[in-house]
């Protein structure tokens, strides 16, 4: 509407974080989650390497704005576990909610199965316990709910269809509950 200020604006410095602000070989950045941890600003962004697989990396930011990449990245495709036979092509769309006291991170891994969504947590985004895969193959951005209900976490998933003529290929979100996590 014409004299009305939009009521989100775009940031003048866009984009706040570049593969060339990434201190290890990335052809990308995008798909970030940022939370607020210990007074910081705490980004977990996808970046693909130049084989093409999907790694996530971290960066921190004491106004949100101005970003610092950490040398490492933050998750790899495990290679030595039961989950690296699930990652194998990759790890993607992170997604990050705090729950009782720690974040559950949620992500999409890619291998020759397909995409599973997987489950981890961390309680200071200095180490990473991966948890388990918590979806049958084809569902991505898959989110945990910061409450629990009746007990239960909850969570907001995507199935991923393949598109035929005349119907859309992003169905609509559902809930689902899941039991508890363990450990």
Do not use: C, W
């Amino acid at each position: 509407m014409p004299g009305k200020e939009p009521i989100v604006k775009r940031y003048k410095k866009n984009p706040i974080l570049t593969k060339d602000d990434v201190p290890y070989t990335v052809a990308t950045v995008h798909n970030a989650g940022i939370v607020r941890h210990g007074g910081r600003y705490i980004m977990l962004f996808r970046s693909h390497r130049h084989n093409g697989r999907s790694i996530i990396g971290r960066a921190d930011s004491d106004d949100g704005f101005s970003f610092t990449v950490h040398p490492e990245p933050f998750l790899t495709p495990s290679t030595d576990n039961v989950f690296a036979e699930y990652e194998e092509f990759g790890v993607e769309d992170l997604r990050i909610n705090s729950v009782e006291g720690e974040y559950l991170l949620t992500y999409s891994a890619y291998s020759r199965h397909g995409v599973r969504i997987a489950l981890a947590r961390t309680k200071d985004f200095k180490s990473i316990e991966r948890v388990a895969m918590i979806t049958q193959v084809d569902l991505r951005n898959v989110v945990i709910f910061p409450e629990k209900f009746q007990g239960r976490y909850a969570r907001l998933d995507r199935r991923i269809r393949r598109s035929r003529p005349g119907q859309s290929g992003f169905p609509i979100p559902r809930t689902s509950f899941t039991g508890g996590i363990h450990g």
